[in-house]
């Protein structure tokens, strides 16, 4: 089954700013509108609710990040990432490599992020025991994945997707680093160039995922 393209519901490109996108579902809403239509005959109740969708989707920058990795294997430059993914995602190892490749505590991580949305919308459910089943099964593979991450010992701070990206790339221009000094680059690459804003965000950001991930892998 083809998966939905959001930025093509809305008209925009995959670079398109919050401002553009909430700019073109308001236009959508005027001409698509059920009540401007009725009168006409036309019933588009359908084409609002699928505008609706996908801004509630590409309006948000947690859902958009996840949905570019999910449809495209790689990040919209709207999400604010600086490279390509996708290769490194896919990349197969042409060199010999010390230890584990770093690319599968990404996947780790990158795939704990997801699910971790995934499960919040799950607990808002009002229908409970539909939902149970997945959380259920979301809680295992939450747990395995964290597992990976802390046998690695890769601290919490550093699962969010923009850090795990930053460290990623780091470690493919050299993948023989060990994790400790990965991790060590990154702390001063944080302290020297991410601004005092940048720093307040994705510790917001790291609060709520922790909060998420606890009631998750605590399900039962």
Not at 104 to 128: C, M
């Amino acid at each position: 089954m083809a998966k939905k393209n959001y930025y093509k519901m809305l008209g925009v490109s995959r670079t398109a700013s919050p401002e553009e996108i909430s700019a073109a579902k308001n236009r959508l809403a005027k001409k698509y509108h059920p009540d401007a239509n009725m009168k006409n005959g036309i019933d588009t109740t359908r084409k609002m609710q699928q505008i609706l969708e996908a801004y509630r989707i590409l309006s948000d920058p947690k859902k958009r990040a996840s949905y570019d990795r999910k449809v495209f294997g790689k990040p919209s430059a709207g999400a604010d990432r600086n490279f390509d993914l996708f290769n490194l995602h896919n990349m197969e190892e042409t060199a010999p490599i010390t230890g584990t490749p770093f690319v599968n505590y990404w996947r780790a991580a990158d795939s704990l992020y997801d699910i971790t949305l995934e499960s919040e919308q799950l607990f808002k459910e009002k229908n409970k025991k539909q939902a149970a089943d997945r959380l259920s099964d979301l809680s295992s593979q939450a747990l395995r994945y964290a597992i990976t991450l802390r046998e690695a010992e890769i601290p919490e701070k550093y699962w969010l997707p923009p850090i795990m990206d930053w460290l990623l790339f780091t470690w493919y221009k050299n993948r023989n680093l060990p994790v400790s000094y990965l991790l060590k680059v990154y702390d001063d690459y944080s302290k020297k160039e991410l601004s005092g804003f940048k720093r307040v965000k994705l510790q917001k950001e790291l609060l709520h995922f922790q909060y998420s991930l606890k009631r998750l892998v605590s399900y039962t």
